[in-house]
């Protein structure tokens, strides 16, 4: 049994075609249209160095181009609106202003990544 393939362009009267394809040239998760639609750097899949994959960043709803903005190494999600919180201010009834804590790893984690979310902090001293 023979296999032959043939090209349209090894036909006779047949140019080579021009053909694009979009592909994950740097293995980041991300298509390379989808590099130009997001600024990103389609050969670099930390575009701002921070540590995490572009891809990686958009599916934990941080901003893959912000070197300060990173999925959490504990695992704690990250709700989509948490760039949308303003600070109002300290009174009751008031949306407190972002403040972050660290965890378990010593990463800090932002209050406004669970705006989603209802929070319970407990605050303790021992003396």
Known sequence: MFLTLLTL??????APASVSVDVDADGDGLLGSE??????????PDSDDDGADDGTELTAHTDPLDGGEYPYKGGWAIDSCHADIQGEGYANGDVSEDFSLP??????????????REIYMVFAAFW
């Open 9 to 14: 362009s090894s036909l006779p009267g047949c």
């Open 35 to 44: 590099e130009a639609d997001l600024g990103t750097d389609p050969a670099k």
């Open 103 to 116: 965890d378990q790893n010593g990463q800090n984690v932002h209050m406004y990544s669970f705006c989603a």
